[in-house]
């Protein structure tokens, strides 16, 4: 079991440049989550989804796309990448007591 | 959604125990209540999970009172890895189906 992967673990984007960061589980869950963390702050939600084919926006969606076209995968999209995206980006997944398993991170640099 | 408060930090010695209490004042009926532990560079970790009253795992115990107002998470005995962030976090599974928020944190500092 190798539970939430994400990919790459980092990355340096300039102004403008787009790229998709990889999420996937092995669980079998139906919930995923992505969240951002900024320095010496908590998580914020940017996206979320409750199934397959099924995405809602969370706090902080602006800048952001994402889809859901299989169970084990839940890719985010930046577009246009702006300075202020800048941060460490987690996905996770939620089991059925409502435990939430995190992956490593993707620490995303836009310069 | 319910808006969770954690004090910012705290400091304890090793071997103490610790209690770090979250309160959600507008928490629904149907809500649940998870923490979790998140050291530098990592993602966050699932420590326990409750609904009402107390719960007891291998590392800590919740206590949450018949309002569900306030959570208590209680680390017994900590030790200098158990330095981290811990955070609450309160799940919407009533008009948001699967939406969750987390806190600022608590930020736990064990000295020897």
């Known amino acids: 079991n190798a539970g939430v992967t994400q990919t790459p673990k980092f990355r340096i984007l300039k102004i403008g440049q787009s790229m998709t960061l990889q999420c996937a589980q092995d669980m079998n869950h139906n919930y995923m989550y992505w969240y951002r963390q900024d320095p010496g702050m908590g998580l914020k939600l940017i996206y979320y989804?409750?199934?397959?084919?099924?995405?809602d926006k969370g706090e902080v969606p602006n800048g952001y796309n994402v889809s859901r076209s299989t169970t084990e995968d839940f890719p985010l999209r930046l577009e246009l990448a702006a300075p202020s995206q800048t941060s460490v980006y987690f996905c996770?997944?939620?089991?059925?007591?409502?435990?939430?398993?995190f992956g490593p991170g993707t620490r995303l640099t836009v310069t | 959604l319910a808006k969770t408060t954690q004090p910012i930090s705290m400091d304890s010695y090793e071997g103490q125990e610790v209690n770090i209490t979250c309160s959600h004042n507008?928490?629904?009926?149907?809500?649940?209540i998870t923490w979790y532990q998140q050291f530098p560079s990592q993602g966050p970790r699932f420590i326990i999970q409750g609904y009402k009253t107390k719960v007891t795992n291998e590392v800590a115990s919740l206590f949450i009172p018949a309002d569900r107002k306030s959570s208590t998470l209680s680390l017994p005995r900590v030790s200098l890895s158990d330095t981290a962030v811990y955070y609450c976090?309160?799940?919407?599974?009533?008009?948001?189906?699967?939406?969750?928020?987390f806190g600022d944190g608590t930020t736990l500092t064990v000295k020897p």
């Open positions: 996770a997944s939620r089991g059925r007591n409502y435990e939430q398993y």
């Open positions: 989804s409750v199934g397959a084919g099924i995405t």
């Open positions: 507008n928490i629904a009926t149907n809500d649940y």
């Open positions: 976090l309160v799940g919407d599974e009533s008009t948001n189906a699967g939406k969750s928020t």
